[in-house]
């Protein structure tokens, strides 16, 4: 049994390019620190969902070979199957050979219909991988493709900037974030798994007051904790249920508490306008929250997750040589 | 020796429905509670 991989696919704000297989076959990927597989949809899917995005055709590339493994992800509103083949992924100039990935054959629901991805790159540890697949990443460095066994995210804050982010294989970009990273000990290896030491609002501990868990996760676009805990700190931001989400007053982000996540004993404030989404509603300004309740059960939880409204502020580095995850302020 | 991997950004799935008015919609064809979070949020798993 694999555990589910964590996609809040709703928010899903930043895409990549991908290519697999001989001439190369292109999709639009999202690049996820919370699962390990890689999928894609397949030319023989029958859902509408799959027809709406690019598709895999395997007898279109002379470097494909069929595996047959059965595959299937399990989502809230439906499920994802497919079978495993293998290909040459092709990532930037980067040739993975030999990667299986999942081409799917059923896509649930009708929200892949609308998304702007056509598939899932999964970068967390293997012991993740449905069916046991090697992960892109880890063939990436069993092939030597990276220098250094990392990578690394900068996830843009302007939606209106050209350069919507940016992944880095094989190192770090000093120039995306300020001062020195602050390394931190994976505590388990599936998902990035950190301690937290405690959360703090404008400088008093109101959660995870003898330490937790949390993982940092670029396929989660918000921030989530436990649901009691989001209840209440939706609470204490002045976050009011809004047509079935919770936003808040625009006017007030200036009045709004910082929130400090403090990690191997350095704090990681946000402020209101960071772990608020503005966005224009009917014309005018609208501001959600960005926590969003999530109870992970026993054995993998409870833990946090610090999805895209972290990283935007906190250039996040995946370090597999060391197991641990480096964060420093993002410019 | 670095392999960089541009990300565009777009607009999320939430904001494009909300954009057409379909997000409650949404949420209620899938029965989801983003205000009290019940079980049927397992679909953000």
Known sequence: EANE???????????????????????????????????????YCV???????NQFQPVQSSTYQAVGTPFSIEYGTGSLTGIIGSDQVVIEGLTVSNQQFAESVSEPGKAFLDVSFDGILGLAYPSLAVDGVTPVFDNMMAQNLVELPMFSFYLGKNPESPLGGEVIFGGFDPSRFMGTLNWVPVTQQGYWQIQLDNIQLNGTVVFCMNGCQAIVDTGTSLITGPTKDI?????????????????????????????TFTINGVPYTLAAQAYTLTDKYAGTAFCSSGFQGLDIAPPAGPFWILGDVFIRQFYSVFDRGNNRVGLAPAV | SLKRVTLVRQRSLRKVMRDHGQFSHFCKAHKLDMIEYTEDCNVFK
């Open chain 1, 5 to 43: 991989p964590l996609i809040s696919y709703l928010d899903l704000e930043y895409f990549g390019q991908i290519s697999i297989g001989t001439p190369p076959q292109n999709f639009t990927v999202v690049f996820d620190t919370g699962s390990s597989n890689l999928w894609v949809p397949s030319i």
């Open chain 1, 231 to 259: 209840k209440k700190l939706q609470n204490y931001i002045g976050a009011t249920p809004v047509d079935g989400e919770y936003a808040v007053d625009c006017n007030n982000l200036g009045m709004m508490p910082d929130v």
């Open chain 1, 47 to 53: 859902s509408k969902a799959c027809a709406a995005h």
